[in-house]
């Protein structure tokens, strides 16, 4: 059994595994960063620390996200913190960033539990979205959610 | 393995390293001392040793085991005078410590280190010891005052294979190590060459219990210390940051309402004093003795000199000098670098030495101390030093300095070529005695932590460093610039200099080489950058009469307005009345702030449109996904809580493409153009004497200007003279010299021009005075001098200046002349 966080992003649900959230927050001043890759939708200072906010539609290859009353952040545990958790879990698979990422989403939804059986492969009917980020779907409530792959999605090395 | 043992094997790996460190500087003392060898630093290092074998017995690690354990047997024979610290002896023992560094850098691995040969090295010398018992060897070592007893001579170390798990000396699962003294006395005492005054602990063979031991230990002299991870540190740094973010939003939240809550004053005294001690004191954590970096030189010189057959003492002082772990770090290679090279190039082989005098032995000393906020480390050696002269040549040939600007150089500047890029490259420079090679990279290293290094030398007698520092790398006073409402902070350290550049002299002061704009600054050219272009930020200008924001679109920066700017949509007819008469190009809104920035030992400018306060500010590094980005250096978070990036002036000028070289070639070229044309560039003082006669004398021949009254001139024959200082000066009009207008009538206040003595004594006495009814203006000029109209006294030549004919004259020559001419006609 895992937990997932929802949201959603241009009415699309998607879910992210709870071991791998620190926060939540609704901080819209972030700073922009000129030059960098389209996907960093800037800087936001969380208590001292500096945290790169995605603009997660981007990164999954859609247009930018724009920022609404519900426009949440959600900031995910660094790959040190997940250190603790991958053995306290057994979940070596759990991957993050070295450092600290927020994912910039349209509004956040309910927490929800659903086990390894019920992921199902991405279908190949999926074109808007770059796979590479998906770790798989789950038919939930007569829709579709995405699940993503945290690992893929925060390798700065991935374009 | 589970998470404990993880924890475990971390601390371990983490106090073998640390044990590893200070035994270096304890065997070359070893060596030093011969014979004579000090118990007690024979048992350090034995329970350095011994401790590790403990350690790896305990976690399995075989090969690591046993390889400590034929170490220790060595420095058993060493302990027990059996053996005598040899140079040869400690080479291998050197050795062998590499090899259980790096057994202990992999430690999961450890069995794959190849060390069948320093075994073998090992074990021939424990046989060898073995053969021939060295004298006094059954001695009982009366100066071990530790109440238990060594195992007598040649008694076999209780061998882990043995069956009794050998307990590690420091349990790694206790968390607190109790440490003999705080680890920068042990690096400062070990670097002086002083003994270590340790309290008791129990020796390593013995297996005694921890806890004992500890109980032996005097309190007064042991100081707790606690591992904190690197980690934990920046955060609470961080948080430390916040706090204070946090006090001054409260002080300015609560400051009117002071006076009305009973107490609240002194209470946000506390708040506020407490505050900043604990940012004081976190910050005060991360801070390292440089002695932990001083120790480690005692290997490298000692490993470098006897490889050349050279002898070198290294001295060491104010190790206990503290800087930012992170300097520390990023210290270490470039000082590396400079000691290799004293020990390389400057200390001269012994018999040369002596030939010339000096002792055998050269020496190298580090120095480090404080001085204005910035930590000094000085190398100096007393080798042969630098030959400017060969410097300079080499300077030039490699088109470092031409020769015209290299007749200007002072001999500091010249040494200091040695560092400029592509002064030496692979190939050596041996010709050049000195240190030269490699030093670009060394000035490149220091200045990107923010420090400086400078170069100074006496031929024959030696060399010196200096490297100045900042504390830390973490807080740097930086420049906060805005563009267009975005804010950037610039560290200070890169700042040559600010300069605004007023909109009626853009076009005078920028010019376009090739496409590219440059600045011109006091003859100097510089390339500039626009900063919002570089970015890509949109650019924007304040209407000075609307307060809108509106697009600037200059298309150059040469541009002072382009061509196509229509007048605002929508704007009233007054507003386009009142555009008429102040025109934009007027307008401070369109003068240029110019940040010269220092990249290397190039400067260049970078234009932004506002300039704020300096702060001191946190350097957070760049997420990765950053990083990839070359003009930023970091990230900060300013007082009012905002984000901003720290610019980069290297990645800067390598990003904004900056053709240092082609302008450089440029100018140059300017600069033999304008002496094919015999320009003069001059200082000069332009004055008149009628209204429509401008002439002008040279700033450097001129004492000093005075203002005078017209009816303080007192006529005595056909002379002039005025009460100047106590004696009466004798003034010269130009008319009675030159085919000139006389001075106005109606001018009550005239102005005398002092000119300096021929014989250039610095005295300021007075010979005469030149009298002038107007100083014009003061003005560096280039003029393009031509022949007079007319010869005369101090005629020099006439050349247009603003439009005006401007007459030239030597005033020494003048009033030498008018002297002349008195006396011939008294």
């Known amino acids: 059994m895992s937990q997932y966080v929802t949201f959603r992003l241009k009415n699309q649900l998607m879910g992210m595994e709870i071991l791998l959230v620190r926060e939540i927050n609704q901080l819209k001043e972030s700073t922009f960063v000129h030059l960098a890759p389209q996907y960093v939708a800037g800087l936001i200072n969380l208590r001292g620390q500096i945290v790169t906010i995605f603009d997660l539609a981007v990164r999954l290859g859609m247009t930018p996200c724009t920022i609404g009353e519900e426009t949440h952040n959600i900031i995910l545990k660094t790959n040190d913190e997940l250190s603790r958790i991958r053995v306290k879990e057994e979940r070596a698979d759990l991957a993050s960033s070295d450092d600290m990422v927020g994912l910039r989403v349209d509004s956040i939804g309910d927490v929800v539990e659903f086990t390894d059986e019920q992921v199902e492969s991405i279908p190949a009917n999926i074109h808007h979205i770059d796979e590479r980020f998906l770790a798989g779907v789950v038919p939930f409530k007569e829709e579709l959610m995405f699940l993503l792959n945290a690992g893929m999605l925060l390798n700065s090395e991935v374009q | ?195 270590i005054s340790e309290p008791p602990s129990p020796p390593a063979d013995a297996p005694a219990p ?195 600007d290299a007749a200007k150089l002072g001999p500091r500047d010249i040494v200091n070529l040695v560092m400029a890029p592509g002064f030496s490259t692979a190939e050596k420079i041996s010709d050049i005695s000195g240190r030269g090679v490699g030093m670009d990279v060394v000035r490149t290293n220091i200045e990107k932590l923010g420090g400086q290094i400078e170069l100074d030398t006496v031929e024959g007698a030696g060399t010196s460093v200096m490297l100045r520092l900042p504390l830390t790398l973490a807080i740097i006073p930086s420049l906060v610039v805005g563009v267009n409402n975005e804010r950037f902070a610039v560290p200070q350290v890169s700042i040559v200099e600010l300069a605004m550049i007023r909109a009626a002299d853009v076009s005078k002061r920028i010019e376009l080489i090739e496409a590219s704009p440059v600045l011109r600054i006091r003859g100097r050219l510089l390339p500039l950058v626009r900063l919002a272009d570089l970015l890509g930020i949109e650019r924007t200008y304040v209407d000075p009469d609307t307060r809108e924001v509106k697009p600037d679109r200059r298309q150059r920066i040469a541009d002072r307005r382009s061509e196509s700017l229509a007048p605002p949509t929508g704007a009233s007819p007054g507003t386009n009345e009142r555009r008429r008469q102040t025109d934009r190009r007027e307008n401070w809104q369109s003068d240029y702030n110019v940040l010269v920035l220092r990249a290397g030992t190039n400067h260049f400018g970078v234009i932004v449109d506002e300039l704020f306060d300096m702060e001191e500010i946190v350097v957070k590094p760049l997420s990765s996904y950053l990083k990839s980005i070359k003009c930023f250096a970091g990230t900060t978070i300013l007082g009012d809580g905002r984000v901003i990036m720290i610019l980069d002036p290297g990645g800067i000028a390598e990003l904004s493409n900056l053709r240092f070289a082609k302008i450089e070639d440029k100018a140059r070229r300017l600069r033999e153009e304008r002496d094919q044309a015999r320009l003069d560039h001059k200082s000069i003082i332009i004055f008149n004497n009628a209204d429509d006669e401008v002439f002008a004398v040279p700033q450097d021949r001129v004492l000093r200007l005075e203002r005078i009254a017209r009816k303080d001139i007192a006529q005595m024959g056909n002379r002039q003279f005025i009460k100047y200082r106590g004696t009466g000066l004798p003034l010269i009009m130009l008319n009675d010299h030159l085919p000139v207008k006389p001075l106005p009538e109606n001018t009550e206040e005239l102005f005398l021009i002092i000119p300096k003595t021929h014989s250039g004594d610095s005295t300021d006495h007075a010979y005469g005075g030149i009298v002038a009814s107007q100083i014009i203006d003061a003005m560096d000029v280039d003029v393009k001098m031509q022949q007079p109209f007319f010869s005369g006294p101090g005629v020099k030549g006439t050349a247009i200046i603003g439009e005006q004919l401007t007459l030239f004259i030597d005033p020494i020559e003048l009033l030498e002349a008018a002297d002349e001419r008195r006396e011939a006609h008294p």
Request: include cysteine; glycine fraction near 6%.
């Open chain 2, 1 to 195: 393995m589970n998470d404990e043992d993880t924890e475990i094997l971390q601390e371990f790996i983490l106090e073998t390293r640390d044990h590893l460190t200070e035994i270096e500087p304890d065997l070359i003392q070893l060596e030093q001392q011969g014979a004579e060898v000090s118990s007690e630093i024979i048992n350090r290092v034995f329970r350095a040793v011994h401790s590790t074998k403990g350690g790896a017995s305990f976690l399995g690690l075989e090969a690591l085991k046993n390889f400590s354990h034929v170490f220790e047997n060595v420095l058993m024979q060493l302990r027990d005078k059996k053996l005598v610290a040899t140079p040869d002896v400690v080479d291998v023992l050197l050795r062998s410590v590499d090899v259980l560094r790096a057994m202990i850098d992999d430690v999961q691995n450890c069995d794959q280190v190849s060390c069948e040969e320093e075994t073998r090295l090992l074990n021939g010398i424990i046989s060898g010891a073995e053969a021939a018992p060295a004298p006094g060897a059954d001695s009982a070592p009366s100066s071990d005052q530790r109440g238990q007893r060594s195992p007598p001579a040649g008694d076999p170390v209780t061998p882990p294979a043995d069956g009794v798990p050998v307990e590690p000396q420091t349990t790694p699962v206790l968390p607190v190590e109790e440490l003999s003294t705080e680890p920068k006395r042990a690096a400062v005492d070990s670097m002086a060459g002083k003994p």
């Open chain 2, 210 to 404: 921890p806890a004992a031991a500890a109980n032996k230990m005097s309190k007064s002299e042991v100081k707790e210390t606690l591992r904190v991870k690197v980690d934990l540190l920046t955060r609470l740094m961080n948080m430390a940051g916040e706090l204070v973010l946090g006090r001054n939003q409260l002080l300015r939240a609560l400051d009117d309402k002071a006076d009305e809550v009973h107490g609240l004053k002194a209470i946000l005294q506390h708040v506020d004093r407490v505050t900043t001690e604990l940012q004081e004191g976190i910050m005060q954590t991360r801070m390292q003795p440089v002695g932990i970096l001083f120790s480690r030189y005692t290997r490298l010189v000692r490993g470098i000199a006897r490889s050349l057959g050279k002898e070198v003492e290294l001295e060491a002082e104010g190790a206990e000098v503290e800087l930012d772990k992170s300097v520390i770090e990023m210290l270490a290679d470039p000082l590396t670098h400079v000691i290799r090279n004293c020990v390389d190039h400057a200390i001269e082989a012994p018999a040369e030495r002596q030939q010339q005098g000096k002792p055998r032995a050269g020496k190298i000393s580090l120095k480090a101390y404080h001085q204005g906020g910035q930590v000094n480390i000085v190398v100096s050696d007393d080798g042969r030093g630098i030959n400017r002269e060969k410097v300079l040549q080499k300077a030039i040939d490699k088109g470092i300095v031409n020769a015209g």
